[in-house]
């Protein structure tokens, strides 16, 4: 929180934004001593400035710079109020029904949904119809037309936060309700209810001198939404006096400005992407540095791979050299933040584009970091495609499983939809999933069927390289036994190469001909399977292959039935 | 001896109408670590979340030595999967301490601070972490601090719901042993939910597995895992890695293109198959019967109870015939 802070107040932005701010809080607090009474008419009307009437006067006579400092007081004043009470009221009520849930939540929601559907100015001309004029009712207005939307944000992100297991410890530990929100919920909320404050302030000071300037305020006060509507009335703009509206407008113009420089400050100390990447630790190096691979015939060639990142000195891949032959099976293990993933996506340029590729990459005798534009396009996926993880985030969710085959091969100028639509029901097929699941939406399959699409996806242009990043770590044994039995079959059966990437080395040693462990984007030992199963070089490679606990010996007994 | 923990015939529907649990008991004594296994969608963290009493049950009961849990309390803690959801990124360590020991001891504030030092300390962790935020932090620390957490409401039973899945390898072992370590010196009945067997194999008495709402198969460690006996059991315990290769299969075109054993998977079954056993579809060893009766728990030897026709009485008929 501490370094948030800092981190806001080293943002150029913000210091101006704040100045500006402080600036304008001076004038509005302490101006109105210094300029006389703004409502007095003190000189012949429209004059223009002089050394008398530095911003010269008004259709009224009135001086305008006293008008513009007086004015400042009740507009932000009135701005800050509403700010305030919107922020309080979108508090209380989106994070009182997003915890409470169930009725409530309902009943909330309706009622934020109906004020939302209703535009602000008409219900705030309506409802001013009702209320004496005055500060206060300008207040109410404001507040009642715009409270919905803060409450509705505010509701969104309790609901992420009730699901989190810190509040469901909280609960266990027998903390109070009020509690659990003020201690464990709100302070996440920091930053948005930071936001939201200042966006509906901007909201407010705005909505309020449209208001006044179209006549629905109280006329007989000075603010800078009645300066702006009796300059309007006195016909500034047609007799070309200037200085009886510029000046309000500027100021406007300049509350708002720095607003909404602290508004992008915060969201750039807050939002995670923005953030600058943690430093890792301590680098390990290599006791004994692998031999570099033979420039033979190799199907992928890495060398001397190193990645970093804008703005950090340490490489997440430092001097990585390895080959794939085809056909082959080669591992790659390691932790998470060793770089394993960092490679996966290098070979198939992924990588964003914050990070800076040293070294040569070579896939079926391509540069690859060489392609650019629509080579690469054309390049990937025909000659080496890829399987992460989550394959639900790598389905498109709106259309179809058999589009998402449509799209990838007439993406590569390859046949009819009628063709396209066979060829996937073929494809599915061969990765085990009934051919009807093709027009099947992605949500309706399991985790295990979406990955098995997946899979079916990145062999429909019948790369030569597949690059499989942690492919069967969110399934259950079961299925990604089932899953990698396929997968040795159909590799056997049409010898594509594979790059497979994970973190867990029996699986790894289960289906891999060569492995590679990665530790600090270092790459600490390269070996056939065998000879790393049986004699580790690496210490950390010993650590590894001992972190995993192993299970006893199965009886032979099959079947017990009983007597 | 009676049981800390006792679940009895625990039963939870889902929204919709299917069933999450299905009269679930089971028994957690006192210093014993009992592993719960079985796939997503079992069962296994519905289990967790009604027995430490965050979502109220449909039918049954959870007995804390001998008393009805109504709600959730302090005697009951929980370990969450997620190290990085699980503790509050805007909070110390020291402060996910303080709060329950607060609770629990009424001391000042010194005497407080001591504890929860002792408690780091009694979880592997350097007292000089105390006064870091999470995102400081390594998730085996993470995970370290959890269950730091948990002891410092004071519990008897600690629920473990995939602690080490999200855990990088290294670290993995370290925080499975704490729990074995807590149960011996602690005397604390530990439930460990998993779906590695492995783990379950490293430090649990028991292992129960369970299978679409329901625990097909319970008994010492080395009998489950050791002389499997549910079709369910086997094939969990079959399809776990062991470092041994996967070989392409010697295979006709035609097994390439057949869909999978878990093309249907398991939900789909527990309402398609309510009337008999869910996991009939699956089974290699189904027998006539399996589709329309449910099989009844029985017992086959001492402490290990199975949950399959197989094991009925006059089964030995049946596979004859079938």
């Known amino acids: 929180m501490r370094s948030r802070f800092a981190a806001i107040l080293g943002d150029r932005r913000a210091v101006v934004g704040a100045l500006l701010l402080g600036g304008f809080a001076v004038l509005a607090l302490f101006g109105p001593l210094f300029v006389g009474d703004a409502g007095a008419a003190v000189d012949v009307p429209l004059s223009p400035p002089s050394w008398r009437h530095l911003l010269g006067t008004t259709g009224q006579g009135q001086d305008v710079l006293a008008q513009t400092v007086v004015g400042a007081r009740l507009t932000l004043g009135i701005g800050l109020v509403v700010g305030l009470l919107v922020t309080l009221f979108g508090v209380i009520l989106g994070v009182g029904a997003g915890y409470a849930g169930g009725l409530i939540d309902d009943a909330a929601s309706v009622t934020t949904n109906v004020f939302l559907v209703i535009p602000g100015l008409p219900l705030a001309i309506v409802i001013g119809a009702y209320l004496p004029p005055g500060p206060v009712r300008l207040g109410i207005v404001l507040t009642l037309a715009g409270w919905a939307w803060c409450a509705r944000v505010f509701r969104a992100e309790t609901l992420s936060l009730r699901a989190k297991d810190f509040v469901a410890a909280a609960r266990l530990a027998g903390e109070p309700h009020w509690r659990i929100i003020a201690v464990e919920i709100l302070p996440n909320m920091a930053s948005l209810v930071a936001a939201s404050f200042i966006g509906t302030t901007i909201y407010a000071i705005g909505a309020q001198v449209g208001l006044e300037f179209l006549g629905l305020g109280d006329l007989g006060a000075v603010t800078w939404g009645t300066n702006l509507y009796w300059a309007s009335n006195d016909s500034a703009l047609l007799t070309g006096a200037w200085w009886t509206f510029v000046p309000t407008g500027l100021c406007v113009a300049l509350v708002g400005f720095a607003l909404t420089l602290l508004s992008f400050a915060l969201d750039e100390v807050t939002n995670p992407r923005l953030r600058r990447r943690p430093r890792r630790g301590p680098v390990v190096r290599a006791t004994s540095r692998p031999t570099p691979p033979s420039a033979t015939e190799a199907l992928v060639s890495v060398r001397e791979l190193t990645v970093r990142y804008a703005g950090s000195e340490l490489p997440v891949v430092d001097h990585v050299s390895f080959d794939i032959s085809a056909g082959e099976i080669f591992g790659l293990a390691g932790e998470s933040g060793s770089g394993k993933s960092t490679i996966g996506h290098a070979l198939l340029r992924l990588l964003p584009a914050d990070a800076e590729i040293d070294g040569e990459l070579r896939v079926a005798g391509a540069d690859v970091t060489a392609l650019e534009g629509e080579a690469l396009r054309r390049w990937r996926w025909r000659d080496a495609a890829v399987v992460f993880q989550s394959a639900m985030s790598a389905l498109n969710p709106v259309i179809t499983v058999g589009e998402q085959f449509v799209d990838t091969l007439a993406a590569h100028g390859q046949g009819s939809r009628a063709a396209a639509r066979a060829r996937a029901v073929e494809l599915l097929a061969m990765v085990g999933v009934d051919g009807r699941l093709v027009d099947a939406w992605p949500h309706q399959l399991s985790g295990g069927m979406r990955q098995r699409v997946g899979l079916a996806l990145a062999l429909a242009l019948e790369p030569r390289l597949l690059v499989l990043d942690e492919p069967t770590t969110a399934l259950d044994v079961v299925v990604q036994r089932e899953i990698l039995e396929r997968l040795v079959e159909l590799q056997a059966k049409r010898g594509f190469a594979i790059l497979f990437i994970t973190h867990d080395l029996p699986l790894l040693t289960s289906v891999a001909t060569r492995i590679g462990i990665l530790r600090d984007g270092h790459l600490v030992e390269l070996a056939p399977t065998e000879q790393l199963c049986r004699a580790p070089r690496h210490a950390y490679t010993r650590l590894l292959l001992s972190s995993f606990p192993r299970l006893p010996p199965v009886a032979a007994k099959r079947l017990q039935v009983l007597p | 001896m009676s049981a800390l923990l006792a679940v009895r015939d625990l039963g939870k529907r889902f929204s919709d109408g299917r069933r999450a649990l299905d009269g679930v008991s089971l028994d957690v004594h006192a210093g014993e670590v009992v592993a719960l296994v079985g796939e997503s969608g079992s069962g296994k963290s519905t289990l967790a979340r009604v027995v430490c009493g965050l979502v109220p049950a449909d039918e049954g009961q959870v007995l804390i ?3 009805r849990l109504r709600r959730a309390g302090t005697r009951v803690q929980m370990v969450f999967q997620d190290p990085f959801a699980s503790l509050n990124p805007v909070h110390t360590v020291e402060h996910h301490l303080l709060r329950p020991l607060a609770r629990r001891l009424r001391q000042p504030a010194a005497a407080l601070r001591a504890e929860a030092a002792r408690l780091l300390a009694a979880v592997g962790l350097e007292a000089s972490l105390a006064a870091r935020h999470p995102h400081a932090l390594s998730g ?43 149960a011996d010196e602690r005397r604390l009945g530990i439930l460990f939910i998993t779906h590695d067997l492995a783990s379950a194999a490293a430090i649990a008495d028991r292992v129960l597995t369970m299978y679409a709402g329901r625990v097909v198969e319970s008994g010492a460690t080395a009998t489950v895992l050791g002389a499997p006996s549910h079709p369910y059991t086997r094939l969990l315990l079959a399809s776990a890695p062991r470092g041994e290769r996967i070989l392409p299969r010697a295979s006709s075109p035609s097994s390439l293109s057949s869909p999978s054993r878990s093309a249907a998977s398991s939900r789909a079954f527990a309402a398609a198959a309510a009337a008999g056993c869910p996991f009939v579809a699956r089974c290699p060893d189904a027998l006539p019967c399996c589709p329309d009766t449910p099989p009844a728990n029985r017992t086959i030897a001492a402490d290990h109870h199975v949950r399959c026709h197989l094991y009925q009485e006059g089964a030995s008929e049946h596979a004859a015939l079938s």
Request: hydrophobic share 50%.
């Open chain 2, 65 to 67: 030595a001998g008393q």
């Open chain 2, 140 to 182: 085996g620390q993470r995970q370290r601090v959890a269950i730091a957490r948990a002891l410092a409401a004071g519990p008897e039973v600690i629920l473990a719901d995939e602690p080490t899945s999200m855990l990088d390898v290294s670290t993995r072992l370290g925080v499975l042993t704490l729990l074995r370590r807590l």
